[in-house]
């Protein structure tokens, strides 16, 4: 009896010592946590709004078509721009800054990043992650402090590959890709995307998987008609919600509806003109605006139609971000020496995809984004094949007189 009692003694101090850290360390990390200290609520709402207005600008530019669907993620390529950045100096900096809007070396916004990693890679009701790598050419002399600060402040660890071989890097690359986008984006960068100049690849995916909160029932799913414009109907499948208690606001041009997921901390906010003139909306719409918006909400009683779709988007980013203020970083003029210690690297080419999916359980959506870094050179050989007809001419050079002239259709 005495061994029972002093068994049941240990296993009533070994479940306190459980409750005990349970309560006091409630959140046992399944990864390494960004560095976040300095981070507060207002120095993180400050950064969203960073983020928010990056948002809208570059939606704004890749609208260009607006007939088209149009879908990324902001936050992953502002996120892989600003591991670029921190590596700038000079002109460039200054130029990326602009478009960023937030200050280099700043502890107190660095660990507002920080924060939102922590915040983005918890186990919650739904699945968020969000990851960053960088890819450096193996034997490029990169400075050990940079490499350092985007692996504690944005959690990037550097990883060498071979960029003259680029099958396997982008291969590499693609598989990282692919694992934390959970199988949505495959084959993210083709062997073309890569050349020997290449010495480093910022990369940044986010994942996201969350069930409605209010569920469409399936058999409520019909096909009915879509006004891709005012003149122009086609057949989709539509869901049906009725009597849902949701957020909800409108005005006379537009209504907007909050559709939460399990878990409530992360929704999808519906943007619907009352006419057929989304263009309208798009002119208006901002960061200032949608706050304005989202605080006229109320709990209404709302039926909802809602399509069911699927979406895959790629985005070749560097004209856009030219146009958004950001030249000095694609030229030769480009100064990165904090990456290196030199000027000799200059950004390439920025190129993002996305995935999204919406049906009756919820919305599965996935994004990568990856900016490469090259080495300044002489530009590469044109490559001039003439394996197809062609014109031909010959021309007396001091007058400029052509003196002959001709075509090879088949030589």
Known sequence: MKKQGIIGTIITCLVAIIAIAVIFYPQVPSQPLAIDTYASEESVSTLSDYINDFSFDLYQRLNINNNENLFFSPYSIFVALAMTYEGSSNDTAEEMKNVLQFPQNNETLLCSFGRIYNLLNQHKEYTLSTANALWTQEGYPFLLNYLNFIDNYY?????????????????????????????????????????????????????????????????????????????????????????????????????????????????????????????????????????????????TNVDVSLPKFTMETEYRLKEYLIDMGMQIPFTMDADFSGMTGNQDLYIEKVIHKAFVEVNEEGTEAAGATSVHVVLKSIPQSVIFNADHPFMFLIQHKETGTILFIGKVTNP
């Open 155 to 299: 959690m990037g660890k550097a990883t060498d590959v071979d960029f003259s071989n680029a099958e396997i890097a982008a291969q590499e690359i693609n598989q990282w890709v692919e694992k934390h986008t959970n199988g949505k984006i495959k084959d993210f960068l083709a062997g073309s995307d890569i050349h020997p100049l290449t010495k480093l690849i910022l990369t940044n995916a986010i994942y996201f998987k969350g069930d409605w909160l209010y569920q469409f029932n399936r058999e409520y799913t019909n096909e009915l008609d879509f006004k891709i414009s005012p003149d122009k109907t086609v057949k989709v499948p539509m869901m049906s919600l009725s009597g849902a208690e949701l957020n909800y606001t409108e005005n006379d041009y537009v209504q907007i509806l909050e559709m939460p997921y399990k878990g409530e901390e992360l929704s999808m906010i519906i943007v619907l003109p009352k006419e057929n003139n989304i263009t309208d909306v798009e002119k208006i719409i901002n960061r200032d605006v949608l706050n304005s918006w989202l605080g006229s909400f109320s709990q």
